[in-house]
């Protein structure tokens, strides 16, 4: 392979990169191929610093990114992604499922996935159709589901302070 790239994800899905991983190496990936770096932000900008990286590939948030770009002395490339938006124009059709479907792309997997929807443009059309109504039906209804019942898949992004905030505020 060419260079070696060392993998830092977040720590709330590392274990699941490591699966796949895993999954790789058993696919026939040299285990000389790829280091996989178990940490939290601060411990991997020292791994960077110290190992004088001369590239770093970066997929996060804003301020992540300032700091990659200050430390790493511009040595960083940023994935422009996160920001995905949805535009619904004057013709509405199958209001129920348009409804749903938006809700699945701004909240499925917690909104941790790439393609998360960010914004969403209604037309006026939509609006005196009930759409709004819809969604917020919909967001009111999830956000009352109980950690065993999913109506919508959760990542491994809910940590254990997030799932105990959540059964305190559904007791509530």
Partial sequence: MGNRPLVKVDEKVQIVFEQMVRLFLHAGLPKSDLDLLWSNGPLCMEVLKQ???KMTLFT???PVAELLTTEL????KLEDAGFDWKILGPDVLDIDYVAWQSDQDAYAYSGQKCSAQSILFVHQNWIKEGFLEKIKALVTYQAKMTIGI???SLSPS???ALSL???LSLSL
């Fill in 51 to 53: 190992g004088d990286s």
């Fill in 150 to 152: 999913p109506t919508r």
């Fill in 73 to 76: 002395r511009g040595r960083v």
């Fill in 60 to 62: 996060g948030s804003q």
């Fill in 158 to 160: 809910l940590s254990l």
């Fill in 165 to 167: 905030s959540l059964s």
